[in-house]
């Protein structure tokens, strides 16, 4: 069988982002496990402007160059790692933008969240985007990392997480790859 793909998307688009540390702390973690092929998926590359396609994604008529090369990206992988930080009590407008361009290239496939922010490890915007995930048909697995800008990076922003958090991914990750097995079944059947 074919080794799954799993994109850990970076959902900051932000100059001088702190996703940039976390992804790179996350790829780093990565590198230990053969289960799949993980990929950077940073939607900085892929500058989709606001939604300007004329139908709605579930139709799957795509206009744009820029759609049909976000679709052709996101539907080549089996599962998601988002990394999202917080703003405003959700996720950054560019991730919202970015999963509402798709519709079933998201679908019967499995997510796991790594969150951060400010004061709260960017816990309402991970459960801002489970609600979201839940309408796209993805399927979101429980354990999460939520990191704490105050806690998790020094003084100077570098990222110095403490050794549990590296468990608390990789039993994320357990359940991901578990997930995505058996998702990837599912499809094969539905299609
Ligand atoms: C527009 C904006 C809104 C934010 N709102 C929140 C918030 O509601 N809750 C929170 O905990 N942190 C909030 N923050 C802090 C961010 O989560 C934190 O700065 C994080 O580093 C941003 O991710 P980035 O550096 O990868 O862009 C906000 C930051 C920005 C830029």
């Given at each position: 069988m074919e080794r799954m793909k799993i994109a850990v998307v970076m959902g900051s688009t932000r100059p001088g982002r702190l996703?940039?540390?976390?992804?790179g702390w996350l790829m780093e973690q990565l590198t230990r496990r053969e289960d799949a092929?993980?990929?950077i998926v940073d939607l900085a590359d892929h500058a989709l402007p606001l939604l300007d396609e004329p139908m709605p994604a579930i139709m799957g008529e795509y206009r744009n160059p820029h759609t049909r090369?976000?679709?052709?990206r996101v539907a080549g992988?089996?599962?998601?790692?988002?990394v999202t930080p917080e703003y405003n009590r959700s996720i950054p407008a560019a991730l919202k933008n970015a999963l509402d361009y798709l519709y079933a290239e998201w679908g019967d496939k499995a997510a796991?969240?790594?969150s951060y922010g400010a004061d709260a490890g960017g816990a309402r915007a991970a459960e801002h985007l489970r609600?979201?995930?839940?309408e796209l048909r993805v399927a979101d697995v429980r354990s999460t990392v939520a990191f704490n800008k105050y806690v998790d990076f020094d003084a100077e922003h570098r990222f110095a997480p403490a050794p549990y958090r590296s468990d608390e991914l990789h039993?994320?990750?357990d359940q991901l790859v578990s997930w995505a097995a058996a998702l990837r079944a599912t499809r094969a059947v539905a299609r």
């Open positions: 996703a940039d540390a976390v992804a092929e993980y990929e090369a976000w679709s052709e992988f089996d599962a998601f790692v988002f796991g969240i790594v609600q979201i995930l839940g039993l994320m990750l």
